[in-house]
């Protein structure tokens, strides 16, 4: 059975860091993209981060440029975001996701594989 799950959600203060987890089991996706994305409460959810296989690609949404760094370890089948200078705004579920192909992918719709998600919640 193949899962994904992520760890390291949590309360922080706006301002403060969390690094995310999300370990994969069942299958090796070292050849596979990687991405995060989040969904807020009566929002839909929004793409975050996305890595290449290979690491040497990685794409952001704008509104966390600067802020969140995507990563990952093939070795270990497990992809990080590293969240700096969280806002209230940052509040959300975070959700890990995996998906075949080359290109980076936004769309949630191209990932094949989730996790349950992650809560992240950031005060002001």
């Known amino acids: 059975q193949v899962r994904l799950v992520e760890s390291g959600g949590g309360l922080v203060q706006a301002g403060g860091s969390l690094r995310l987890s999300c370990a994969a089991s069942g299958r090796t996706f070292g050849t596979y993209i990687r991405g995060w994305f989040r969904q807020a409460p009566g929002k839909e959810r929004e793409f975050v981060a996305a890595i290449g296989w290979d690491s040497r690609m990685t794409e952001y949404a704008d509104s966390v440029k600067g802020r969140f760094t995507i990563s990952r370890d093939n070795v270990k089948n497990t992809v990080y975001l590293q969240m700096n200078s969280l806002k209230p705004e940052d509040t959300a579920v975070y959700y890990c996701?995996?998906?075949?192909?080359?290109?980076?992918?936004?769309?949630?719709?191209?990932?094949?594989?989730w996790g349950q998600g992650t809560q992240v919640t950031v005060s002001s």
């Open positions: 996701a995996a998906g075949p192909g080359i290109g980076l992918k936004v769309v949630a719709g191209d990932y094949d594989y």
